[in-house]
Structures are given as C-alpha cells and as structure tokens.
C-alpha cells in the first residue's frame, strides 16, 4: 500500500442493499397491513423510493466528492441531544421537576 492510497477506514463505501432491503419489506404485506392498522392508511414507501435513489446517485460520484457529500450530510444532521449550559441545565430542570421539591 502506498503512501498515496487512503486508508481502508477513512473512506466509506456505499451499500444500497439497505435501502433495497427497506423498500421491499415496505411493500410486504405485514408492513402495508401494520401501517393501515396504526395510521389508517396503506404506506406509499415513498420516503424509501427517495432513499433508494439517493443512494444509486451517490454511487455515481466519484470517491473524493463522495466523502465530501457525506461529511456535509454528517455536519447537518442534527445531534440526539440538546446541550446546555450548566444554567440553562438548571433552570430547565426546576421548570419540569421544581413541584417534586414542593411535596416535602
């Protein structure tokens, strides 16, 4: 391996086979049937449409816009968590739970 050639871990590869996978569970009969039962209405899978072919398209980018595209993506892909300040923390917390201190 050569000094030039990226390292194995840096660079991602991308597999459809996931998206494929979700898309054709979408149209089995256990989703449709758990959809209609939950929400009423038979699932259309197009949000899996869309992610399929999201994917198809980033598989015809070359590998250095590739890395690119997915770094961007990583950045504006909102985090699971909120952070705060140590006050913010605190004043949200006795927002929500300052009546428990009430029951003493």
């Given at each position: 391996m050569s000094a030039e050639e990226e390292s194995p871990a840096s660079r991602r590869r991308v597999s459809c086979s996931k998206c494929?996978?979700?898309?054709w569970f979408c149209y089995s009969p256990v989703h449709q049937m758990q959809q209609y039962y939950r929400v009423g209405v038979l699932d259309n899978c197009y949000g899996?449409?869309?992610?399929?072919?999201?994917?198809l398209y980033?598989?015809?980018?070359?590998?250095?816009e590739l890395q690119e595209i997915l770094e961007a993506r990583e950045k504006d892909?909102?985090?699971i968590w909120t952070f705060r300040t140590r006050e913010e923390a605190q004043s949200n917390w006795q927002k929500k739970f300052g009546h428990l201190d009430d029951m003493d």
């Open positions: 494929f996978d979700a898309l899996k449409w869309s992610a399929l072919w999201d994917c980033l598989k015809t980018k070359p590998s250095s892909e909102s985090h």
